[in-house]
């Protein structure tokens, strides 16, 4: 078998460093495209060496750009490298456009796609990644998603869930791996170490980027009236180069980079970033990795979104969408600080990515559809019998399978009372509503 992964920023580079480095351990052969979307070495290269994964063997060097040129370059470079390499499976990650592109071209070659953190959804078509994740689960084959909540996204969409695989998120097997290694090795970028981070307290550590808050003067403006007000905290901003460049266009860099708790840093390698949020009092952020990191390390977050598709962080207690509004971030972070119950609460909340086991049960799901022949895309050869689907009360104790044997049935959705809930194969029906239609 012949996987090509696809990757072009930071966070996809991260989340897939656990697949590619599974891969490397299997019969597979593998290959790596990176579209080049990111390209400074602060937010690429580096992430290859801490993450310790092999450099991709193509590059297209699509840089920076509008939309449509970007995803238009990507497109034109990845048919390329997939019309010459014919892999069995092709591997998207996340929201961006490298996923946008990946997908689109992979599926119009009916080469298989694997998309990898399926099923998330802010419900804001707005949002550039919105748009990128929905086309992605469109084009794709199998779904590999990180929560339940994310499975029912898909189920709700029509997605039938004999394609979906709810595998943890693989940034759990990133975290866990490497900040054992962090700790073991201390900090190395230069700005920490000046800093002292291991003498500090209060650490509030900062990351934004999203479009719809760096792009904006007010939002930005009304963010650095809440870092100002905060000058208990000590605040580290590993600045993402969109916001360095979108500050200084705004004139509002200096006024930030002059306030002596603001320590305005390069962008961060892994193990220093991971490190510095372990020893975090709190995290603001638009980032949606680190929304996951801070929970999975037991950080309280705070997050510069009105939404998010990471939903489960905010229902689990472990973070809080506070907008761009200062009231709402200084509240909030004061009360983390002053209050420790309350701290506390957000500390524990559990992590719903999964125990760090992501990459191995994605590659074990690909295997398994690889060996039974199923990752071969070809055109229906039996006429379709069935187009209606139905809804029915189950009043007696049929397991999910059970009932698809007895009535040759898909079931797509269930429904117990409450809540929409995934339909595992044992699960017992007894009482519940199922929405489910007949295959041909
Ligand atoms: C992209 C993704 C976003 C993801 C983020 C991770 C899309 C639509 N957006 O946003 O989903 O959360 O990456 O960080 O795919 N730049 C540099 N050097 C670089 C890369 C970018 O200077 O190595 C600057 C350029 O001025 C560029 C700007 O940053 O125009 C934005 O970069 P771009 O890749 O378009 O989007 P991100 O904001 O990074
Ligand atoms: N990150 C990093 N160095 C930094 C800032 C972030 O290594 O200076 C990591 C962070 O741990 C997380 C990922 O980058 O895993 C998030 O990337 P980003 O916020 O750029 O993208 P998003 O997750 O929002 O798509």
Redesign the pocket.
Known sequence: MKIATILG???EIIKMAPIIDEISHRDINQIILHTG????EE??DNFFKDLDISTPDYNIHVG?GT?GK?TGLMMKGIEEVLLEEKPDIVLVQG????VLAGALVASKLHIAIGHVEAGLRSFDMTM??EL?RRVADVCSTLYFVPTEESAVNLLAEGFSRKNLFITGNTVVDACFRHLKIAEKRGFEDESLKKLNINKMDNILTLTM?R?ENVDDRARVSEIIGALRELDDMNIIFPI???TK?ALEKFGLFDELNNLEHVHIIKPLGYLDFLLLTSLSTLILTD??GLQEEAIILNIPALTLRYNTERPETVTAGGNILVGCDKKAIVGNALKIINDKGFADKMKNAVNPYGQGDSAKLTLDAIEKYYSRGLLNISAPENVMLSFSRKMTKIDEGISVEEFETKENALVHMVFDGERMIFPDDKLNLNGMMVYYDKRE
């Open positions: 920023t930071r966070p979307q990111h390209y400074d937010m690429s920076s939309h970007q929201d961006t456009n490298a550039p990644e990128n980027h479009a993402h180069p969109r460049n980032s949606g």
